[in-house]
């Protein structure tokens, strides 16, 4: 039937007979094997998931195209769904893909597994947990969006889209497409948020492009919520059985870990780096356990793809980690900060080589847990506890001592353990003739306030005012080859390519000012935006240095060009390892199973900190993150249909602002020894850490040992309810 308006519907098959082809997979876990099925940006033959593209219609506007879609017939014949990781693994679950024999799409393993055997052999005591790491939907504050146009006179494409990484989306996309990468821009201002949902190349972007391009005209789509929360990709969704082995005093002889992770129906971006090196070289936490082993089977399912959210194996990694020490402690009736405290990598042995391939950078746990045990006043916790008592309540109290990879990372490891793509940072410093300067970064703000931070660094280093600096950032026409912004990387490896920049602009300006100067260049020092010749009064501005280079009559033209802009990539040596403690309070009503939480102390190390007021920002923020992850957040699939249940904020519930308490935020410090800037990332910590803290004092307070997450009143209560009726002892 006609609809008005309509100006195009396609299918998978145009795509395909035009030559586009499937969304690609930047990572597969130590180069493969790897089960790597088709992911073709509209479904062909079958339909995998609700939220799979099946068509799209392009009109005059939106609601006409609405119309038009509601106007397609399509015959589906209802194939069964499976949601649940464990149930695809079953021996007669329906299969997703040929190309995945028993929906598997990679088994992986980490560590050395008979020295972990042999030191279980020895234990004194072995303490075991179940979990479940939940399935979250990131919910970003906008939706995705993408507007495309193309421009047949030079046969170039531009894409406006929501995206933490618009290079990596050039890259990917003009080989799904085959546009040349020289004839498409990426720009990716102001995205509305990301939390990881808008690192991957997303079918939509790239069918927006296509159709920009097929009906000559400009193309827009932007998602609803509904279509966010069936199409955006999730995070976490973990199952897990993990054992950790005590000798007679308490320490971590080695910790044992299963984890099959769900993958959703097609492998997005880096789905497959989630759940084995951005977690399981995690494991190690900040203690001196001596051998851990652990294997991930990673599961395809009727569900939504995964791929990174805040924090990306990380806080799964942390949860494991944290929920079995609590639980040690509280078998072996060893206080639970006593028992980290035993086991903690001690300050003298860094860098440290932990049996899970990474090796720390720096770092000093004790003080961090001392800081924090008297922010929180653990001392006087039995006597909260005792006054909660006696209105009734339940008071608990639980830690989380986390450890996070981040700033990602050295292109060499990347590589090593499966990245397809680099991950340096780029930028670069264009110091203007009349003193003001732009710095390109390849890095991307969704809300970090790079604008703020990184001008302070240029500030700073260069001795100019801060209002005379501009940051640019998401768009591949301004800025330079960049990777993007996730993993926190974006002050240790963005923050140090400017500082790269900055540098060489600096050593070029010494030149000009010997020149102006009559000097010799190794006499020439740089304070404060000065150039001067040592030991002398005779200095230049850089303002006027700057000026010298784009009017350069008085110049050294013989030996130097003109113009002062500098280009920088910069790729670490190491990730950096941000460490810290959490302590959250709760007041848990047993007649209703609400959780109040109380109190919440988190004391980070951070390396060297350029803003203090952002990264507390970035700290609470990320402990909301993980409070909505323990307490809130149920992504429920159904069994049966696959439909999402929860797909919507009536039946998805994020935390408000009155759902947590004050924050006592501090800092300690160990400067990264190989970034210039001393910093560690900050964006995810709290997110990391916050999950385990919280589940930690909600089973403290009520007396169980498990509970799953999110800890909603009704699983509180019936927690309370069975726990009244286990026998004593
Ligand atoms: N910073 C600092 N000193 C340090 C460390 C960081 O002043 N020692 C500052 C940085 O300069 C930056 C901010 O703190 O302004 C965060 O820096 P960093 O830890 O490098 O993290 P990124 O900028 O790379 O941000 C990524 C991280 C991730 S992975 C997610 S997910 C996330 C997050 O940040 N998504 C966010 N925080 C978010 N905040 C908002 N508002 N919105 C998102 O989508």
């Known amino acids: 039937m006609a609809s008005p308006g309509v100006i195009g519907v396609f299918t998978g098959d145009d795509l395909a007979a035009d030559g586009a082809g499937g969304i690609p997979c930047g990572f597969a876990p130590d180069g493969g094997p790897m089960n790597e099925p088709p992911h073709p940006a509209l479904a062909r033959d079958t339909v995998r998931f609700v939220g799979d593209l099946v068509a799209v219609v392009i009109a005059e506007s939106l609601h006409e195209a609405i119309d038009g879609a509601e106007n397609i017939a399509i015959e589906f014949e209802e194939l069964p769904a499976v949601v649940s990781s464990l149930d695809a693994l079953g021996p007669d679950a329906p299969q997703l893909h040929d190309e995945a024999p028993n929906n598997i799409c990679f088994e992986w393993e980490l560590g050395d597994k008979a020295a972990t055997q042999e030191e279980f052999a020895k234990a004194h005591h072995v303490t075991e947990i179940d979990l479940i790491n939940n399935r979250k939907i990131p919910n970003a504050i906008e939706p995705r969006a993408a507007v495309a146009e193309y421009d047949s006179t030079d046969r170039s494409a531009t894409l406006y889209v929501t995206s933490q990484n618009p290079h990596l989306v050039r890259l990917l996309m003009g080989g799904v497409l085959q546009i040349p990468e020289h004839k498409l821009r990426i720009v990716a201002p102001d995205v509305g948020g990301g939390f990881g949902s808008k690192i991957p190349l997303y079918p939509e972007e790239a069918v927006v492009t296509w159709a920009a391009k097929n009906v000559g005209r400009p193309v827009k789509w932007t998602a609803a919520r509904t279509e966010s929360f069936l199409a955006d990709t999730h995070g976490r969704d973990h199952v897990t059985h993990a054992e950790l082995a005590l000798d007679e005093n308490g320490r971590f002889l080695a910790l044992r870990v299963k984890t099959t992770a769900n993958l959703g129906a097609y492998l997005s971006t880096f789905a497959p780096m989630v759940p084995t090196y951005l977690y399981a070289p995690l494991l190690a936490g900040q203690y001196t356990t001596s051998a851990i082993h652990c294997s991930v089977t990673g599961v395809f399912t009727n569900t939504s793809p995964i791929d990174s959210e805040r924090g990306a194996g990380r806080p799964e990694a942390t949860f494991v980690v944290e929920r079995l020490v609590e639980k040690a402690a509280r078998e072996l009736a060893i206080d639970p900060a006593e028992l980290r405290r035993r086991n903690f990598i001690s300050a003298d042995s860094f860098p440290y080589e932990t ?17 924090a045990l008297k922010m929180a006043a653990y001392e006087s916790f039995a006597s909260r506890r005792k006054e909660s008592e006696g209105r009734g309540k339940l008071r608990g109290i639980g830690f989380s001592n986390y450890i996070e990879a981040c700033g990602i990372a050295p292109s060499n490891i990347a590589g090593a353990i499966g990245a397809r793509a680099g991950l340096y940072e780029a930028a670069e410093v264009r110091f203007h003739p009349t003193g003001s300067v732009t710095v390109f970064t390849g890095s991307h703000a969704q809300g970090q306030g790079h604008e703020t931070t990184f001008a302070q660094i240029v500030s700073d280093k260069l001795g100019i005012p801060i209002e005379n600096v501009e940051i640019v950032h998401g768009d591949t026409d301004k800025v330079p080859f960049g990777m993007g912004t996730y993993g926190s990387r974006s002050i240790a490896v963005g923050g140090s390519a400017i500082v790269k920049a900055i540098d060489k602009v600096i050593a070029k300006g010494k030149k000009i000012a010997a020149h102006a100067l009559e000097s010799s260049e190794a006499d020439i020092e740089f304070e404060a935006g000065s150039f001067k010749v040592a030991g002398t009064d005779r200095s230049i501005g ?37 460490a810290g403690c959490h302590i959250s309070e709760v007041e848990v009503d047993p007649k209703t199973g609400k959780v109040d939480i109380v109190g919440w102390v988190a004391v980070d190390d951070f390396g060297k900190v350029i803003n203090p007021m952002i990264v507390e920002g970035q700290v609470h923020g990320g402990i909301a993150h993980g409070v909505g992850q323990a307490l809130l957040e149920a992504c429920v699939y159904d069994s049966d249909s696959g439909q999402l249940v929860s797909g919507s904020f009536m039946d998805y519930a994020i935390p408000r602002a009155d759902d947590l308490p004050s924050f006592k935020i501090g800092l300690t ?61």
């Open 669 to 729: 410090e160990t400067p990264c020894p190989h970034n210039p800037l001393g910093a560690k990332g900050c964006g995810e910590a709290a997110a990391i850490a916050a999950p385990a803290a919280l589940i930690n004092a909600i089973t403290d307070a009520i007396g169980v040992d498990h509970l799953d997450m999110p800890a909603t009143p009704e699983k509180v209560w019936r927690a309370i309810q069975e726990a009244a009726k286990a026998p004593a002892g």
């Open 542 to 578: 850089i303002g006027e240095v700057a000026l010298a280079a784009y009017v350069p009559h008085n110049y050294p033209l013989d030996e130097l060009e003109p113009g002062l802009d500098e280009n920088a990539f910069y790729d670490p040596i190491n990730f950096t390892f941000p």
């Open 355 to 371: 049996p899970v391939v990474v090796a720390y950078d720096s770092g000093n746990y004790a003080p961090i847990l001392d800081e």
